[in-house]
């Protein structure tokens, strides 16, 4: 084959000239097309090859030749565009060909259908000329009948390419000419609908037909290998096909290409159905997706930049099945079990972004594990200071008074939402996780709403801890009648007078939190 | 709503019970706490070990915790936890213990699923808890605990 190649490429310098007569002297005999179509596969198989400009260029000047041959009959001229357009197709699924090989292709093919102009055109008007074919495309689709050649000729084209990227790996990985095939199915699929927009569709078909009857025994491979481009391009698309069980679309030709390629029995159910289905309902939009597609994963783009697009892509078009549809990055393990691992994983570590509010100083750590650390310590340190304060109220049982204690029920009782962060004495045993008491008083009493004025500094904590306490249950009426405990001043000043007869024996008094939530004092 | 209706196959917890009980935990808390703490008080007599007022004490902070968050996987946990060890009697710290104890191994080169294993064991009943309501129940229980040590300091600081 290398050897084929070069000789090729050496006669292809040739054949530019020797071709123009050979088209030109064109019969309608068959001997003749079918001549033109070895030549073809024979150039297909070199241009196949190389990916170098050089046979760009060639390919170009050939068509231009092709073209522009004057001498040509109409009938002749007709053969020709059959045969040019053939060549276009199979050459436009040539793997190693560039968006802009394809491009050119069809925008040739184009021009061959229009009044052969020049054949070679700028870029940007030939992705007019290939939107413009795809919308065309989608009119197409809906013909069953077409379904079933475009399918037939996808096969043909993909099976070729199947046996021919195996043999030949050139510059080419295992996992990218999956990738590569996908790229070419996405065109063979669209190819036939662009020959059917020339004016011989009828004729063209049939050679279409003639020219994969021969490989007809291998269509259902066909099929799946087709399966397979529907897995890729519609990856996105839950498509009805797939089995039941959970499904998973590596992006990038990963090993699950291979795998999904190595079970064509699974991939054969229902298949012509689904072809049918899938180019009535998917056409017009599967190729434009295949093409955004094809042209992402040929521009090689980065993993991440790929993966954002496929996930940018995935979730617009994404139906509600009963699986979930997940893109392998590059370099990671596709196992299913894998995937749903990484999912769930993924999951909660976006969740766990909601626990760095909780946990105080977590906004600082970066990184999962860091968090994970943080978040254990302090939930140790929590059920620690449980378990340090029930013992200590074991102690303090002893000596409780009941009438505090009922009315202390209804002291500490916060009908709000917000949590009582209290301040305790800075000589108490409590735990350090409460030292910062003095300042955090006077960020208090600053922002509270202090009715009372005392001039007694023992008192003076108290009072504005009641009045505070007082004027903000005042403006929780609504909240406080949905519960039957209800404060009254009375009350509050009994409190405040219990609270006295103490103050010897009392620390500082505890100050309860603004219930208007305005005051996190921070732990 | 799907998930949630799936979800309440398998458990019968609220979604957002946060809410519910951030508003009432430290009433209930209080509540059930202060009675059973006369009980004990009533009960105790001067013969009967520290320990066992103790123990008691811990019981009955740990049961109104329980009985104040109803709703979450963890308090399940909490209230089979402490049925089992209330009647055997047996001193509730042992979680705590062993993983203080493994903490410094734990931190040097674990990874995170044994970070994430070892925050689970923390929770009460977590291993029973589903990996997607983990982090749920993790909030939850965090911010019952931060208003259970409120309560008790401010219990404590009242009676003292």
């Not at chain 1, 009941?402 to 009315?407: H, K, N, P, Q, T």
């Not at chain 1, 405990?485 to 603004?514: A, C, Y």
């Amino acid at each position: 084959m290398e050897n084929q190649f070069f000789s090729n490429t050496n006669v292809s310098q040739n054949l530019q000239p020797s071709s123009m007569p050979t088209w030109q002297s064109l019969s309608s005999s068959e001997q003749q097309q079918q001549q033109q179509n070895q030549d073809c596969f024979y150039t297909q198989t070199t241009w196949e090859k190389s990916t170098t400009d050089q046979c760009i260029q060639q390919f170009d000047s050939a068509l231009s030749s092709m073209v522009s041959s004057p001498a040509a009959s109409n009938s002749n001229m007709s053969n020709e565009n059959f045969v040019i357009r053939e060549l276009i197709g199979k050459l436009g699924n040539i793997g190693n060909c560039s968006d802009e090989i394809s491009q050119t292709l069809i925008a040739t093919n184009s021009y061959n259908t229009s009044c052969y102009n020049t054949p070679l055109n700028s870029p940007p008007k030939l992705n007019i000329q290939t939107m413009a074919m795809n919308s065309t495309v989608a009119e197409f689709s809906t013909d069953p009948g077409f379904a079933e050649r475009a399918a037939k000729f996808s096969c043909f084209g993909s099976r070729s390419f199947n046996g021919r990227t195996t043999q030949t790996q050139l510059n080419q990985t295992q996992r990218s000419t999956p990738l590569m095939e996908n790229g070419k199915l996405s065109r063979v699929s669209s190819s036939p609908s662009l020959k059917e927009l020339g004016s011989q569709s009828q004729l063209g078909i049939q050679e279409n037909m003639n020219c994969s009857s021969q490989l007809q025994d291998q269509i259902e491979v066909n099929n799946n290998s087709q399966e397979e481009s529907t897995i890729s391009e519609n990856g996105v698309k839950p498509s009805p096909y797939v089995n039941s069980r959970k499904r998973k679309v590596s992006s990038k030709g990963k090993t699950k290409e291979n795998s999904t390629s190595s079970n064509p029995p699974m991939a054969c159910e229902g298949v012509e159905d689904s072809n049918s289905k899938r180019m009535k309902t998917n056409d017009g939009e599967k190729i434009e997706n295949g093409k955004v597609k094809t042209e992402e994963e040929l521009k090689g783009g980065t993993n991440s930049n790929d993966e954002k697009q496929n996930k940018s892509n995935t979730k617009p078009p994404e139906a509600p099945k009963d699986y979930i549809h997940v893109r392998a990055r590059r370099g990671q393990a596709t196992d299913s079990h894998s995937l749903a691992e990484r999912v769930r994983r993924e999951k909660i570590s976006e969740r766990m972004k909601l626990l760095q509010d909780l946990v105080p100083g977590c906004n600082k750590v970066t990184g999962k594990a860091l968090m994970l650390d943080e978040i254990i310590n302090y939930v140790q340190s929590l059920q620690r200071q449980v378990e340090f304060l029930s013992m200590k109220l074991a102690t303090v049982n002893t000596r409780m008074d009941l009438s505090i204690e009922s009315l202390i029920s209804k002291d500490i009782f916060q009908p709000n939402n917000s949590l009582a962060h209290p301040i305790f004495p800075q000589d108490s045993s409590a735990p350090s996780y409460y030292g910062q008491q003095n300042p955090a008083i006077h960020n208090n009493i600053s922002n509270g709403n202090v009715t009372h004025n005392s001039v007694d500094p023992l008192e003076n904590g108290l009072f504005q801890n009641l009045g505070m306490h007082l004027s903000s249950l005042s403006g929780f009426n609504d909240a406080a009648s949905q519960y039957p405990l209800t404060f009254s001043e009375d009350d509050l000043h009994s409190i405040v007078q219990m609270g006295f007869g103490q103050t010897d024996n009392r620390k500082t008094p505890i100050q309860f939190q603004n219930l208007n939530g305005t005051n996190q004092l921070p732990l | 709503m799907e998930a949630q209706q799936q979800n309440k196959r398998r458990r019968v917890y609220s979604m957002e019970p946060n809410k519910i009980v951030q508003s009432i935990f430290a009433r209930n808390y209080l509540s059930y706490l202060v009675s059973a703490l006369m009980k004990i008080k009533e009960n105790t007599s001067s013969s009967k070990d520290h320990n066992d007022i103790c123990k008691n004490v811990k019981y009955e902070v740990e049961m109104a915790m329980v009985l104040s968050a109803q709703g979450f996987a963890w308090s399940n946990g909490l209230k089979v936890k402490l049925q089992r060890e209330h009647i055997n009697n047996v001193a509730t710290t042992e979680g705590d213990n062993n993983l203080g104890m493994e903490k410094d191994s734990v931190r040097e080169d674990k990874e995170d699923e044994e970070k994430m294993k070892n925050l689970i064991s923390l929770i009460p009943g977590g291993e029973e808890i589903c990996d997607e309501q983990v982090v749920n129940e993790l909030e939850s229980y965090i911010k019952c605990l931060q208003m259970q040590v409120n309560v008790l300091q401010c219990l404590i600081a009242e009676t003292c």
